[in-house]
Antibody, heavy 120, light 111 residues
Framework: QVHLVESGGGLVKPGGSLRLSCAAS????????MSWIRQPPGKGLEWISY????????YYADSVKGRFTVSRDNARSSIYLQMNSLRGEDTAVYYC?????????????WGQGTLVTVSS | QSVLTQPPSVSGAPGQRVTISCTGS?????????VHWYYQLPGTAPKLLIY???NRPSGVPDRFSGSKSGTSASLAITGLQAEDEADYYC???????????FGGGTKVTVL
């Protein structure tokens, strides 16, 4: 059974930093691309970052490019999201999601999410 | 402003059929990249509902069906049930953005 567990969320001041983690289990982690997706309170879903199996191909949404950095550790079956220069508009629940390699990829498994609140 | 456009809400009585549209452009749905659908109950994570335009993952009732034509896609729910009340999101890939995009979401209300 695929299991994704995010952690690291919390309250941070504008301009601050936070590092999110996503621990995976129940599947061969090193075989799958992964993404981070966020959802501001009461709003819709926004894809923000993708990382390939080896970590050598990474994409970001324009909204976080230059501020967020995604990485992965296949030995620990984990991905990470380093978030710097945080803004109020980054307040959201952050989900990690497994990407199924078909149909130009879709998100077949999601974690429960971790809430990041950016406020002074 | 989402790249994919969905109606904010749809509603129907139990047993009725409702449809949710998802309109994109030539750089995503019309490219043609596949459309996928997710549903989300309040306070929970999204779950995959339809993948590859028309396919249901194991465990998804056949009351849910997807279709795609040109730059648009649709999700249909037949025999609407109370437990279908949720938010529904379409998703595709966008080549001009080099990333994955979602619709703004549609809230389904069972009257």
């Amino acid at each position: 059974q695929v299991h994704l567990v995010e952690s690291g969320g919390g309250l941070v001041k504008p301009g601050g930093s936070l590092r999110l983690s996503c621990a995976a289990s129940g599947f061969t982690f090193s075989d799958y691309y992964m993404s981070w997706i966020r959802q501001p309170p009461g709003k819709g879903l926004e894809w923000i970052s993708y990382i390939s199996v080896s970590g050598n191909v990474i994409y970001y949404a324009d909204s976080v490019k230059g501020r967020f950095t995604v990485s992965r550790d296949n030995a620990r079956s984990s991905i990470y999201l380093q978030m710097n220069s945080l803004r109020g508009e980054d307040t959201a629940v952050y989900y990690c999601a497994r990407m199924y390699p078909s149909s130009y990829y879709y998100f077949d498994s999601w974690g429960q999410g971790t809430l990041v609140t950016v406020s002074s | 402003q989402s790249v994919l456009t969905q109606p904010p809400s749809v509603s129907g009585a139990p047993g009725q059929r409702v449809t949710i549209s998802c309109t994109g452009s030539s750089s995503n749905i019309g490219a043609p990249y596949d459309v996928h659908w997710y549903y989300q109950l309040p306070g929970t994570a999204p779950k995959l509902l339809i993948y590859g335009n028309t396919n249901r993952p194991s465990g998804v009732p056949d009351r849910f069906s997807g279709s795609k034509s040109g730059t648009s896609a649709s999700l249909a729910i037949t025999g609407l049930q109370a437990e279908d009340e949720a938010d529904y999101y379409c998703q595709s890939y966008d080549s001009s953005l080099t990333g994955w995009v979602f619709g703004g979401g549609t809230k389904v209300t069972v009257l």
